[in-house]
């Protein structure tokens, strides 16, 4: 079911980019048989993007699918100074949050229409919050352990080998919590049916649900895979970062280094997502492949096997993310360059 007066293939929103530049964009894709393709699992649905377009399948009370599809522009696109290394992976980060929260807020209102919508202050206000916890447990948190724990703050790579193993063990227990509620065990479903999507998709063959069964739910550029990127990426980069500080400074307290460690977490991320593409591009060699194992692992917590509906709902929103240009796109076989 499409939204109120959108047919399928059509988009809703403003026109950033022109149908000739967004047809360049596939076509360029398809010749070189890499695209940027992926998305996310939200509430009772699945959001994809594909170059130049996102869109958002969900599962409504009644049985029916709502679409809704909006055009999308990286701003990586705008600028080759944004295409650098690292910086194209803060950008993206930053997008995909953005992205992230809009269409699960959607799903939100889509899947459960009977509660009260929030308001755009509480929207905030949560989204804050969330943050903020989670910067406090992954980072903060880990830091004052170590500090108050041990004796070995002034020593570079023992302190943050040992606030690293701290946060990577925090990140395990919060993904086994939750794993247990029924609603994210949910979204992991739909998680899983993204992938079997995208991997159906990279093998060319027609969007069914038949197609997928054969894929795994685990797929090496995930998300998942690239949070544990940046756990192990911030282990190293910390590690050189204090090393530095305390060549100029003498001495690191707790103090010092959170006010250098936290504005640099979008820069360990933008090298997580540069290290996240090189694992993936070259699962042939053993390195890579071994570098990408733990995540591949981890997925066994945030995957789980969709049934034939979920599937449906995630082909629905990569076929809608491609609109008109479907029968372009399908029966070739393709490297997916992102999944989330």
Partial sequence: MHPAGQPRGQVSGPDHMSASIRISFLTLAAAQSRILVG???VIEGVMMRVPGAYAVAVRQPDGEIRLRRERFTSLVESSRWLKL???RGVIHLFESLKLGI??????????YPEDDAPSGWSTVLSTSMALVLGVGLFFVAPLWLTTRLLQVDQQAVSFNLVSGGFRITFFLVYLGLISLLKDVRRLFEYHGAEHKAVYTFEAGRPLTVDNTRDFSTR???????????????????????DTIALAVVGRLTLGLRLLVHLPLIPLVAGIGYEALKL????QHLWLPRWLSQPGLWL??????????????????????????????MEGRQYVAEAIA
Avoid: M
Wanted: charged content about 20%; overall charge negative.
């Fill in 219 to 241: 797929h090496p550029r995930c998300g998942t895979t690239f949070l544990f990127i940046v756990l192990i990426a911030a282990i190293l980069a910390f590690a050189l970062i």
């Fill in 279 to 282: 694992t993936a591009r070259y």
């Fill in 299 to 328: 997925q066994g917590i945030t995957t789980r096997e969709p049934d034939e509906q979920q599937l449906a709902v995630a082909l629905e929103s990569l076929k809608e993310a491609f609109g008109e240009e479907l029968p372009r």
């Fill in 85 to 87: 290394p690292v910086v």
């Fill in 39 to 41: 998305g996310q699992a």
């Fill in 102 to 111: 809009n269409t699960l807020n959607w799903s939100a209102e889509v899947a």
